[in-house]
């Protein structure tokens, strides 16, 4: 059975960082694209970023989180992470991963992903 498990997630002040994994089991992970996203208590879901199939690695972003927020994946892990440097109040939520055969041009839109993990907290707070 094809699952996602996030992980990684915590309390952290402003400033400071996290690394969010996304570890596969059941499927290749390589071969699909992967996206991040959030939810913030009584906000909606939020796309974040998105990274294609290991055939091409390339990685994009919502503007809020670029310069800070870097996707990268280990195949021999089956996992992909998020690394969140600078990390701001507003970046607070719960974190998801899901996979796609691609990343859409409008990658933010969770209709174009399938399987999805359970979600990690991420609290940034001093």
């Known amino acids: 059975q094809a699952q996602l498990a996030e992980s990684g997630g915590g309390l952290v002040q402003p400033g400071g960082s996290l690394r969010l994994s996304c570890a596969a089991s059941?499927?290749?992970?390589?071969?699909?694209?992967i996206g991040w996203f959030r939810q913030a208590p009584g906000k909606e879901r939020e796309g974040v970023s998105c990274i294609t199939d290991s055939s091409e690695d390339m990685t994009y972003y919502i503007d809020s989180v670029k310069g800070r927020f870097t996707m990268s994946r280990d195949n021999g892990k089956n996992t992909v992470y998020l690394q969140m440097n600078s990390l701001k109040p507003e970046d607070t939520a719960v974190y998801y991963c899901a996979t796609s055969m691609i990343c859409p041009s409008e990658f933010t839109d969770g209709s174009y992903y399938t399987h999805w993990g359970q979600g990690t907290q991420v609290t940034v707070s001093s």
């Open positions: 059941g499927f290749t992970l390589g071969r699909y694209a």
